[in-house]
């Protein structure tokens, strides 16, 4: 024994990780650790957590998700010492929850973060501490005393926001299609609903919808008026040892997409009445033979069919028991060459999301170093299908003169479909994109999805030509084809531009007009570089992380998109049925967000004019609708909408 205590520490090291790495020690934390410790003051010496960071590393390669943070993260948010700290400060959490701790803020970011970055791990390791039960307990806790008695579910938005996405997030381990009625309708008349009906009071964006242009300078003023809701909250959190200042994610998004996937279900188990269809005629040939405008019996089949894109569970890697350590910091892992990430798996559906979070935080502020994309170039090209979510129209009236008149939670909600068929149209670098249209208040005219009045757009082979009245200018926008990963996504014209060049982005000197969508995962690089500075990162022990030395930067190439314009229209088939409109839109380069104008395509018809403006979230597209009659310092008549791209 005494010979095999002179054992070099990497020696222990790799008797203990083997020893802990198993197929039965994956899930909690590693139970086996603290006998390890105790077995004598050498053993204990050579493996406690002050001593060997790298065994902690590695056993959070074993039981975490570390593909996330290799895409997202600097290097030196990486370190050993980084990923050991991580994975205390997450079982610490695991701990907490299984053994049903009062809920916490601090926990409630740890497993959104976790879930941010989950392919397949860092769920089984949540739903083993029986995530679900510690969610509903904090809401329990947190909804109002009686029926209109003060509650923190809707006055604390941060923590209401993280637990509804955590619900959506963790939707496989749910299962709301077991929910009993009862338990569906508690989450959709008392926990979602005042969301939808009264989102207007709640985040539903990262910054005001007036200002096409950010961060906003400090030298503009008067500021046009802000009616679209607060801004999330922007708060610190700890992240791989490291201080990460962060917004929290909007909540009425979240709402709607919890809320409609329970009235799907509803839909699903309530077949429609056969009576009522059979006053409508049964397809569109027979109603076009008959003379009749509207819905047909095919039509609202469809629509009560319509089901939105939610995430489905992740298979746990087969190689659960690899040591990953060692890859994660293998020279193979970072091949420039390497197939792109599937967009709609695992981590990756949560990636422009992430991006927000920790770059859309101030409007005021340029973006920190951690920024990246907030859309991809391309996906809204295609068909979508949804709901805009209503509400009545004197009521919401009633609910906007004071929250004395009308009480949110009454109001009735009702779906009508909503059809898109849309297109993207890229303005290349160095051509000066559209100026956008200002509106009576000086600020940007959102109202007309920030285009100048009185455009004329002209579709040409594979472009449009946007032609500026106000301006007397004509710009060219390419657009977006669909193809293979080996084909050119324009015709030649947009294809024969200078190859786009590195981008070296450090958090003082980030341009503020770019594009972040237009970069892929495979063009797009963290590191660190020297700066002597004085700034100290906050440890998980309460000490800190030197960080005088460094600042973080990213390099990525450049898309050359100067602009992303949307024109679209609902389809000759769906445009029978519910009404004719074309659309023209535009995407916020600071943010992500698409703001689309529906107007009937017959000026004479009097479906009326409304505004969508929203985030893509995963493969849904999702937001608040408002009409346009209503001057853009008031709250008019509005609702939430969600779409969902189809085949």
């Avoid at 397809?283 to 033979?289: E, K, L």
């Avoid at 237009?518 to 797009?524: A, D, R």
């Avoid at 030395?549 to 450049?558: A, G, L, Q």
Wanted: glycine share 6%; net charge negative.
């Amino acid at each position: 024994m005494g010979n095999a205590l002179g054992l070099p520490r990497e020696i222990w090291e790799q008797c203990a990780y083997y020893a802990l790495a198993t197929e039965t020690t994956f899930l909690g934390p590693p139970s086996g650790l603290t006998s390890i410790l105790l077995t004598c003051r050498r053993i204990n010496d050579a493996l406690c957590f002050s001593n060997n960071p790298r065994l902690y590393a590695r056993l959070f390669c074993f039981k975490f998700d570390i593909e996330a943070p290799r895409r997202r993260l600097p290097p030196r948010w990486l370190t050993s010492q980084c990923l050991a700290a991580e994975f205390h400060k997450r079982i610490m959490t695991l701990k907490r929850i299984r053994h049903c701790d009062e809920y916490s803020l601090q926990d409630l970011w740890t497993c959104y973060l976790m879930m941010s970055e989950n392919d397949g791990r860092n769920e089984r390791q949540l739903e083993w501490t029986r995530i679900s039960e510690y969610l509903f307990r904090a809401v329990l806790t947190r909804i109002p005393s009686g029926p209109s008695g003060p509650g923190m579910w809707y006055e604390d938005p941060e923590a209401t926001s993280l637990i509804i996405w955590l619900f959506w997030m963790l939707l496989p381990q749910n299962r709301p299609s077991a929910e009993s009625i009862r338990l569906r309708g508690f989450w959709t008349q008392t926990l979602l609903h005042i969301f939808i009906a009264a989102g207007f009071r709640f985040p539903s964006l990262y910054a005001p919808d007036t200002i096409l242009h950010l961060p906003i300078s400090p030298d503009v003023y008067p500021l046009p008026p802000i009616i679209s809701g607060p801004n999330p909250r922007k708060t610190t959190v700890v992240h791989y040892w490291h201080n990460l200042t962060v917004a929290a994610p909007v909540l009425t998004p979240a709402a709607l997409l919890s809320w409609t996937v329970r009235q799907e279900m509803y839909q699903q188990a309530h077949p429609l009445d056969y009576n009522i269809l059979g006053r409508f005629p049964t397809d569109r040939h027979t109603a076009n033979a008959l003379g009749i405008r509207g819905p047909t019996a095919e039509d609202l089949t469809e629509f009560h069919q319509l089901r939105i894109y939610s995430p489905g569970p992740l298979l746990l890697p087969s190689h659960a028991t690899f040591d990953t350590y060692d890859l994660f910091y293998s020279d193979d892992c970072h091949h420039e060459d390497e197939e792109e990430p599937d967009q709609t798996r695992g981590s990756m559906r949560y990636e422009q999301d992430w991006y927000r979070e920790v770059s859309c935080y101030d409007p005021y502020a340029l973006p920190g170093a951690l920024r990246g994309p907030v859309f991809s170039l391309g996906s809204l090209t295609g068909s979508w299908a949804g709901r805009w979510v209503l509400t009545n129209i004197e009521s919401h009236m009633g609910l906007l003169r004071g929250p004395s008149d009308v009480d949110p939670r009454a109001l009735p909600l009702h779906s009508k479909p909503l059809y898109w068929s849309l297109q993207e149209h890229h303005c290349f670098e160095p051509t000066e994109p559209i100026a956008p249209g200002t509106d009576e208040y000086n600020g940007d005219d959102i109202l007309n999805a920030w285009l100048p009045r009185g455009h004329l757009l002209t579709h040409l082979d594979g472009a449009i030509e946007f032609y500026d009245s106000e301006n007397n200018c004509k710009i060219r926008y390419d657009t977006f084809i669909p193809r293979g990963s080996r084909e050119a996504p324009y015709l030649k014209p947009a294809c024969e531009r200078p190859h786009p060049q590195w981008i070296l982005n450090e958090c003082d000197e980030i341009a503020t007009d770019e594009v972040p969508g237009s970069t892929s995962p495979s063009e797009y690089e963290t590191q660190s570089n020297r700066r002597h500075d004085g700034e100290a990162v906050a440890g998980i022990y309460g000490a800190t992380v030197p960080s005088d030395e460094y600042v973080d930067t990213v390099s990525y190439r450049s898309s050359g998109v100067a602009d992303v314009l949307v024109t679209g229209e609902t389809g000759q088939r769906h445009g029978d049925a519910w009404g004719h409109y074309s659309i023209v839109g535009r995407v916020r380069p600071w943010d992500g967000l698409v703001v689309l104008l529906q107007k009937p395509a017959d000026p004479r018809s009097d479906l009326g004019e409304w505004i969508f403006k929203g985030y893509i979230h995963d493969q849904n597209f999702v937001g608040r609708w408002r009409e346009t009659t209503t001057s853009a310092d008031t709250v008019g008549y509005e609702g939430g909408f969600i779409v969902t791209k189809t085949e």
